[in-house]
């Protein structure tokens, strides 16, 4: 059960307006990849190079300009550089800097926090050095 302190600030949080009106959020793991479209459109994609187009064309079809994703292991790597090949915004998020929802958590729930936060600019790119 949410305490009303919990009740108050994801009411908070909802209640803000949205700046990347075009944005997903995607949860990757070692199996597969929760890509959120909008908050109630999430999709499971597997994590094969043939999966990772598939989630960029998902992504198009949907008209999604700006992706964020968290920087865990070494999975995002990749995805990361697909998505920028097909020419989206990748905001590439320290998994460290999220603030998690608390309870029960899920992929599902990590990719729509993520699509949540990212669409109402909370979220901040992480450095990447350019490529020698």
């Known amino acids: 059960m949410k305490t009303k302190n919990a009740n108050e600030s994801a009411d908070k949080i909802i209640s803000m307006p949205v700046v990347n009106l075009h944005a997903a959020g995607i949860d990757l793991g070692s199996k597969s990849h ?9 999709k499971e994609f597997g994590v094969f190079t043939i999966d990772l187009h598939a989630i960029a ?5 949907h ?10 292991g070494f999975y995002w790597r990749p995805l990361y550089l ?17 603030k998690n929802v608390k309870g029960h958590k ?6 729509k926090w993520l ?5 109402i600019g909370l979220l901040s790119n992480s450095f990447q050095p350019n490529e020698c």
């Open 82 to 98: 697909l998505l920028l090949d097909y020419g989206f915004e990748v905001v590439l998020v320290n998994a460290r800097h999220l």
């Open 106 to 111: 899920t992929d599902v729930v990590d990719c």
């Open 63 to 72: 008209e999604v300009q700006t992706v964020a994703i968290e920087s865990t």
């Open 115 to 119: 699509q949540l936060l990212h669409s």
């Open 34 to 42: 929760f890509v959120c479209v909008s908050q109630d459109n999430v």
């Open 57 to 61: 064309r998902h992504l198009k079809e």
